[in-house]
């Protein structure tokens, strides 16, 4: 396995990670629970997380209100897209 390989699956990992905080947060908004800062949502966004960010908001319809939610997963998008593009040159 190419270090490519290795980083892309890291990459899909991170975004699955990033999506369950979504659910999570969604589940602790639902029952009154200590919620997830949204700084720590936006961040994990914006790094790298995108994809699972935006899958997460609209699969558990979570922050999806929020026009900074809408910035932080467009701008997650093309990070992904960069870290995706740069690890098949890579």
Sequence with gaps: MGVHVF????????NLVVFGFYGVDKYKAIHHLWRIPERVLLFLAVIGGGLGAFLGGQIWHHKTREWYFW???????VVDVGLILLFLKF
Excluded: F, K
Aim: hydrophobic share 75%.
């Design 7 to 14: 980083l892309l699956i890291i990459l899909g990992v991170y």
């Design 71 to 77: 910035m932080a997963w467009g701008i997650g998008l």
